[in-house]
């Protein structure tokens, strides 16, 4: 299926329940030399907001990244259940220590021991402008259809047979 009969939405709920049990993002920005530049990041929780929040050391190249180009990508992953997903958007880093106290949680003294109180922790905040996601079964009965249909018609599986995959654009 071509990207242009991907199905689109502009339903941020789907994205985020395909992101929700994934703990780990890969952030891309752009670093000094414009490459790309990736790095691991723990999605704390969506915003009510429509947007991705992350902790940040306010000395990480990721801030002096995002202050000199905005546009950033985040990746997620869950092979285990064939979810992958793909957000793109805009970042900011700022402080605030309301927001901070209400993103805050224990396991993030792991990176921050002074605790949510620690004047080196910036809110990176990504505005979401588009996402895409795939989501395969990943069970032996969804390979056995496909693997059927395939011998059986000599055609190869589309998407809709046994995958989900849209955009969401807002």
């Known amino acids: 299926m071509s990207d242009s009969q991907t199905p689109v939405t502009h339903d941020l709920g789907k994205l985020f329940e395909k992101i929700k049990d994934v ?27 429509g947007a991705l929040y992350f ?19 985040l990746s997620y992953a869950n092979p285990s259940d064939n979810v992958y997903v793909s ?19 224990e396991d993030m ?8 109180e620690d004047p080196n922790i910036m809110i990176l905040k990504v505005t ?15 390979r056995a259809y496909a693997y059927l249909r395939a011998v059986t018609t000599g055609e190869g599986s589309t998407s809709d047979d046994v995958n989900e995959h849209a955009q969401v654009k807002l």
Do not use: C
């Open 23 to 49: 703990r780990i993002a890969m952030l891309s920005t752009f670093d000094e030399e414009h490459k790309l530049h990736s790095r691991p990041m723990g999605t704390i929780k969506p915003g009510i907001d």
């Open 55 to 73: 902790f940040t050391d306010k000395d990480s190249a990721k801030v002096y990244e995002v202050k000199k180009d905005s546009q950033v990508n």
């Open 87 to 105: 957000v793109s958007g805009t970042a900011s880093v700022f402080r605030d220590e309301a927001k901070i106290a209400e993103l805050w949680s």
């Open 109 to 116: 003294k792991a990176w921050f021991p002074k605790g949510k």
């Open 128 to 142: 979401i402008e588009k996402g895409e996601y795939w989501d395969s079964p990943s069970g032996v009965l969804s």
